[in-house]
C-alpha cells in the first residue's frame, strides 16, 4: 500500500477531526489510568480535613469525653459513606492496606459482637464506635492519599500540629499562672491533651517526623525551621516526666537509624540537636519552680520566664548550626575513610552509653534483684517531679495486668465486653483504688473482647511494623528516609501503647492511625520517590581522561 492510498483510508475511518482526535485519547491496554483532577482535587481536600479533625480534637482538650469525641466520629462515618459514591476512590488501595482494614474490621466486629455478653452494653457500644472511627480514619486516609508527592507535606501538617501541642505545654511552664497545667499531680506538663504521657507520645512522634524531613530535605530553610521546633519538642518531652513517652522514642530513634539511609547525615543531625537541648536541659535543673509541687507561685513564676530566655537562645543556636551544617553538606563530601571512622565512632559512643546506664542502674538500685523490686513495686509519691525519671516503678500496672491476664484466662474467646475491664477490676482488686483501663491496649482487647480481637491488633501491629520495615530496608533515597521515619514514629506510639491507655483519647489514636495509613501507603507504591534507575550512578563524578600523549619530535 502507498503512502497516499495510507492516508485515504485512514481519513475514511476519521469523519473529522474531533472523532480521531477523542480516538486517540484513549489509553492503550496496561497503560495505568491516571486519576482525574477532580478526584485528585478531592481527595487532597479530605487528607487537609482529616488533619484539620486532628488538630481540632487535639486542642479542644484531648476531645477525652464523649460529647467532645462523638461529634467527630458521625463526621467521620460520614465522610466514610460519602466516599463510597465517589468513582475509584479506593481503586488504587493496596492489598497490604486492605489487609490493614480488614484486621481492624475484625476487631470493631468483634467489639460490636461482644454485646451479648458484656457486663456493661453503655460501654461497650461506646468502644464499638471509638474502634469504628478509628477504622474509618484509616481508610478514608489510605485511600485519599494519591501522591508520592504528598508525604512530605503531610508530614509537615502533622508536625505543625505537634508544635502546636508542644508550644502550649511549653506556655504551661512559662507563664504558670495564665496556662495551669490541670494533670493529676498539677505539675507534669499535659498541654492541650489533658494527660502527660499521651502528650509525650504525640510528642516522641513529632520528633521523629521531624528529624526524618530534616535529613530528607535539602532545602536549608526547612531545614533550619525544625531544628528550633525539635529542640522545643525534646524539651516539652522532659517537662511531661513520662519515663514511657521518653524510653519509646529511644527505641523509635535506634530503628530509624538503623534504616535510615543517610545514617551519618541523620546522626549528625541529632547530635546537632541535642547539643542546645543538653544545655537547655541542664540550665532546668536549677529551676526548681519547673518540676517542684510545693513550689511558691513567685519562683514559679520567675522560673519560667527564665525558662522563656534559655528556650530563646537555644532555638537561635539550633537554627545557626543547622544552617551551618547545610551549608557543609551541600558543598563537601566525606570521604570514605571519614566516613568509617565516624562510623566506629558512633558505634562505640552508643556502646558506652549503654554501658554507663546499666552501670548507674546498678550502682543505684543495688543489683539485677533490686532492680526488679523496684520496677514491679508501687509507686512512692515525692514531691520532686524530675525524680520520676530515675524511678523504675511502673506504679500499679502489675496488678491491672495481672488481674486482666487471670481474667482473660478464664475467658480466653469472649472476655468482659469491650470498655469494660473498670469492672473486671471492681470485682478482683487487691487494692482499694478505681481504674478503667488496662494499661495496655493489647491486653486489654484480649481481657476485653477475646482471643479474636487480640489475634487481630496483633496482625495489624505485626503487619504494618513488618511490612514496613521491609519497604524501607529495600528502598533508596528519600523515600527510604521518608519510610523510616514514619515507621519510627508509628513505633512510638505502639510502644508507648503497652503500658498506657492512648487508645481512649482520640485524637492521639486518630493522629496514630493516620500516620500508620500514609506508611502503609507509601511502602506499598515502590514507584513513589524512588530514585531512577543509574540517578545515582549518574550522580557520582565520571574519571577524567587521561592526556592523549603527544608526538614525538623530529
Not at 87 to 114: M, Q
Not at 299 to 311: I, P, V
Not at 333 to 354: D, N, Q, W, Y
Amino acid at each position: 500500500m502507498t503512502e497516499r492510498e495510507r492516508k485515504q483510508q485512514t481519513a475514511e475511518f476519521w469523519p473529522d477531526n474531533e472523532t480521531r482526535s477523542r480516538f486517540q485519547r484513549i489509553e492503550k491496554p496496561g497503560k495505568p489510568r491516571r486519576p482525574g483532577r477532580l478526584l485528585t482535587v478531592t481527595k487532597a481536600l479530605l487528607l487537609l480535613a482529616i488533619m484539620a479533625a486532628i488538630a481540632y480534637g487535639s486542642l479542644n482538650s484531648g476531645s477525652f469525653g464523649e460529647i467532645r469525641w462523638l461529634p467527630i466520629a458521625i463526621g467521620s462515618f460520614a465522610v466514610l459513606a460519602m466516599t463510597l459514591f465517589i468513582k475509584g476512590f479506593y481503586s488504587d488501595v493496596p492489598p497490604v492496606a486492605w489487609l490493614l482494614a480488614a484486621a481492624l474490621a475484625v476487631l470493631a466486629a468483634t467489639k460490636g459482637l461482644s454485646m451479648t455478653w458484656t457486663l456493661s452494653q453503655t460501654e461497650t457500644i461506646l468502644e464499638t464506635i471509638r474502634t469504628s472511627m478509628y477504622l474509618s480514619f484509616f481508610l478514608v486516609a489510605v485511600a485519599a492519599l494519591s501522591s508520592g508527592r504528598q508525604v512530605g507535606p503531610m508530614m509537615d501538617i502533622a508536625v505543625l500540629i505537634v508544635a502546636a501541642i508542644a508550644g502550649y505545654g511549653l506556655l504551661q511552664k512559662i507563664y504558670p499562672l495564665e496556662y495551669p497545667v490541670l494533670s493529676l499531680d498539677g505539675v507534669r506538663m499535659d498541654s492541650t491533651l489533658g494527660y502527660s504521657n499521651t502528650t509525650a507520645l504525640v510528642v516522641g512522634m513529632g520528633v521523629a517526623l521531624a528529624l526524618s524531613r530534616m535529613t530528607q530535605s535539602s532545602g536549608w530553610i526547612l531545614r533550619a525551621v525544625y531544628a528550633p521546633l525539635a529542640v522545643g519538642f525534646i524539651t516539652a518531652l522532659y517537662l511531661t516526666v513520662s519515663r514511657g513517652g521518653i524510653g519509646s522514642l529511644i527505641i523509635a530513634l535506634a530503628v530509624l537509624l538503623v534504616l535510615s539511609g543517610k545514617r551519618l547525615q541523620m546522626f549528625m543531625n541529632l547530635l546537632l540537636l541535642s547539643a542546645p537541648a543538653g544545655w537547655l536541659l541542664w540550665r532546668m535543673q536549677s529551676l526548681d519552680g519547673l518540676l517542684g509541687s510545693q513550689t511558691p507561685e513567685g519562683q514559679r513564676t520567675a522560673d519560667g520566664l527564665a525558662l522563656r530566655d534559655d528556650l530563646i537562645i537555644a532555638f537561635i543556636a539550633a537554627f545557626i548550626l543547622q544552617l551551618a551544617y547545610t551549608f557543609v553538606v551541600k558543598r563537601y563530601e566525606l570521604m570514605p575513610l571519614g566516613r568509617k571512622v565516624l562510623g566506629v565512632g558512633i558505634l562505640a559512643s552508643g556502646a558506652l552509653t549503654a554501658a554507663a546506664g546499666a552501670i548507674f542502674a546498678v550502682v543505684r538500685f543495688g543489683g539485677p534483684a533490686s532492680i526488679f523490686e523496684a520496677l514491679t513495686g508501687n509507686p512512692i509519691l515525692t514531691d520532686d517531679g524530675a525524680s520520676r525519671l530515675l524511678s523504675l516503678s511502673i506504679g500499679f500496672r502489675t496488678d491491672y495486668w495481672s488481674i486482666a491476664w487471670d481474667y482473660w484466662m478464664n475467658h480466653l474467646l469472649t472476655g468482659s465486653g469491650a470498655g469494660t475491664f473498670s469492672f473486671v477490676w471492681l470485682q478482683n482488686r487487691p487494692v482499694n483504688s478505681s481504674v478503667q483501663q488496662v494499661h495496655n491496649v493489647y491486653l486489654e482487647q484480649g481481657v476485653e473482647t477475646g482471643l479474636v480481637a487480640f489475634l487481630a491488633l496483633i496482625v495489624f501491629t505485626a503487619v504494618l511494623v513488618g511490612y514496613t520495615a521491609r519497604a524501607a530496608w529495600n528502598s533508596r533515597g528519600d523515600r527510604r528516609i521518608l519510610l523510616a521515619g514514619l515507621l519510627a514514629a508509628s513505633l512510638v506510639y505502639l510502644i508507648s501503647s503497652a503500658i498506657e491507655w492512648h487508645w481512649y483519647i482520640p485524637p492521639s489514636t486518630i493522629f496514630f492511625f493516620v500516620i500508620a495509613a500514609i506508611t502503609a501507603k507509601l511502602a506499598a507504591m515502590p514507584e513513589w520517590l524512588a530514585p531512577e534507575p543509574g540517578a545515582e550512578k549518574d550522580a557520582e563524578p565520571e574519571p577524567r581522561p587521561e592526556p592523549e600523549a603527544k608526538p614525538e619530535e623530529t
